[in-house]
């Protein structure tokens, strides 16, 4: 299945059509990506992992999706010239790196999605989730952002192989 998040805040779910953030700067191509630029990447995006806070769920959250425990220490690699860019860390990290226990609590359940990670182009885009969203869905950095039962439902639903479209329209 493939869950639709398109660039006028809409996302589809089960039929029901959700309010999601995307990249404070809009979407972009794919192939225009760039660390930094504040753009979701329009493209088709397997789900590959869900990561957790365990002290938030603590049996888990609910999917048939591959999921992982975070631990207070990991991080993800934003700096293109290192060897791990777009790729986790543990912190502290000699290279810039994002960390992922958050006191905002936005990353309190993240699904890892598969852009620019097989294997990563330099320079082209790290740490593209889908996450929590803030008050207000302010735009992300790139990322796509739900509300807390929202994204709880989309992982309930997801199977392995099912993917986030970045749609421009």
């Known amino acids: 299945m493939i869950f639709k998040a398109?660039?006028?805040?809409?996302?589809?779910?089960?039929?029901?059509?959700?309010?999601?953030?995307?990249?404070?700067?809009?979407?972009?191509?794919a192939v225009d990506k760039r660390e930094g630029d504040n753009r979701?990447?329009?493209?088709?995006?397997?789900?590959?992992?869900?990561?957790?806070r365990p002290d938030v769920y603590p049996d888990g959250p609910i999917t048939a999706l591959p999921i992982k425990a975070m631990a207070p220490d990991d991080g993800w690699?934003?700096?293109?010239?290192?060897?791990?860019?777009?790729?986790?860390?543990?912190?502290?990290y000699p290279a810039s790196a994002e960390r992922l226990w958050r006191d905002d609590h936005v990353y309190d359940l993240v699904a890892v999605l598969a852009h620019n990670d097989n294997p990563p182009v330099p320079g082209?885009?790290?740490?593209?989730?889908?996450?929590?969203?803030?008050?207000?869905?302010?735009?992300?950095?790139?990322?796509v952002a739900l509300a807390r039962a929202d994204l709880e439902a989309l992982l309930a639903a997801a199977k392995p192989g099912d993917a986030i479209e970045i749609a421009a329209d």
């Open 6 to 29: 398109s660039a006028d805040g809409q996302f589809q779910l089960n039929g029901r059509s959700l309010r999601c953030a995307l990249g404070k700067a809009g979407v972009i191509a």
């Open 40 to 52: 979701s990447p329009v493209g088709v995006w397997t789900i590959r992992e869900v990561i957790y």
């Open 77 to 92: 690699c934003d700096a293109p010239d290192d060897p791990a860019y777009n790729r986790p860390v543990k912190l502290p």
């Open 124 to 143: 082209m885009g790290s740490a593209i989730f889908l996450h929590l969203a803030r008050d207000g869905y302010p735009g992300t950095e790139g990322c």
